[in-house]
C-alpha cells in the first residue's frame, strides 16, 4: 500500500521557524514534493528532493532521508502570508507523474 | 506563459445527473493528471494521461472516466452523480521531458445537490 503521513494542524508565531514533518511508505520513490496551498486556491510547488540531504530556497528548505522515508519543510522567519495548508507527495516511479499525496498540515500563524 | 486552466470554475448538479470537467495544459506540457481533494481525504489521484493514452487510474468506480485530446487538452467526465462526489477537482500539468514539477489548476468546484 501506499501511505504519507504528516501532522494534520501546526501553529507557529510570526518571525519564528516550524518544521513541518512528512513520513511515507510508498511502493517506490522517485521524488518528494511540498505543495502549499491557499484556501481556495491551487496548490503551488515549493520544493523537490530525490536525493538524500537539504535543499534550500529563501526561507523555505526541504529535507529527505530516503532510508527513513523521511522528510521535512524547514519555514524560517513566519510570515502571516505563511498560513497555508503544507502538502508533502511522493512519486513513486520515473514513468509516472502521479503523486501520493498526504493529507496535508494546516499551519496557522500567529502575530 | 499561461497557467494551467480548468472550466468551470464551479458547478452546482444534483444527483443522478453527469458532469465533464475541462482542463488546459501549459503550453507544450504533454502529460496531465487529475485529482480530487475532499477535506478528509486530501488529493486522491483520479487518471494520468501523456500523448492522449491513459498511463495510470486510480481507485475510483466507473463513474469517473477521462480523456486527452491531441492538443493535449483534458476532460473528466462523472456519470450518475452522487453526493459524495462534492469535492474540488484539480488538474496539474508537467513536462515529462524535463521531469519537473506538476503545475496545478485553481480547480473545479463541484457541488452535488
Known amino acids: 500500500g501506499q501511505n504519507i503521513d504528516q501532522p494534520t494542524e501546526m501553529t507557529a508565531t510570526e518571525g519564528a521557524i516550524v518544521q513541518i514533518n512528512c513520513t511515507y511508505q510508498?511502493?517506490?520513490?522517485?521524488?518528494l514534493f511540498w505543495y502549499q496551498q491557499h484556501a481556495g486556491e491551487a496548490p503551488t510547488f515549493l520544493s523537490y528532493n530525490v536525493l538524500d540531504g537539504l535543499e534550500e530556497k529563501g526561507r523555505f528548505s526541504s529535507f529527505l532521508s530516503r532510508s527513513k522515508g523521511y522528510s521535512y519543510l524547514l519555514l524560517k522567519e513566519l510570515q502571516m502570508k505563511d498560513s497555508a495548508s503544507y502538502l508533502c507527495a511522493v512519486r513513486v516511479s520515473y514513468n509516472t507523474d502521479k503523486l501520493i499525496f498526504g493529507t496535508g498540515t494546516r499551519l496557522q500563524v500567529f502575530p | 506563459k499561461a497557467g494551467v486552466t480548468q472550466t468551470p470554475r464551479y458547478l452546482i448538479k444534483t444527483r443522478g445527473q453527469q458532469v465533464t470537467l475541462s482542463c488546459s495544459p501549459i503550453?507544450?506540457?504533454?502529460?496531465v493528471s487529475w485529482y480530487q481533494q475532499t477535506p478528509g481525504q486530501g488529493l486522491q489521484f483520479l487518471f494520468e494521461?501523456?500523448?492522449?493514452?491513459?498511463?495510470n487510474k486510480g481507485n475510483f468506480p466507473g463513474r469517473f472516466s477521462g480523456r486527452q485530446f491531441s492538443n493535449s487538452r483534458s476532460e473528466m467526465n462523472v456519470s450518475t452523480l452522487e453526493l459524495g462526489d462534492s469535492a474540488l477537482y484539480l488538474c496539474?500539468?508537467?513536462?515529462?521531458?524535463?521531469?519537473?514539477?506538476?503545475?496545478f489548476g485553481q480547480g473545479t468546484r463541484l457541488t452535488v445537490v
Open positions: 503550453s507544450g506540457h504533454r502529460s
Open positions: 494521461y501523456f500523448s492522449e493514452t491513459q498511463r
Open positions: 510508498t511502493s517506490g520513490f522517485n521524488g
Open positions: 496539474a500539468s508537467t513536462d515529462r521531458d524535463m521531469n519537473t514539477e506538476a503545475f
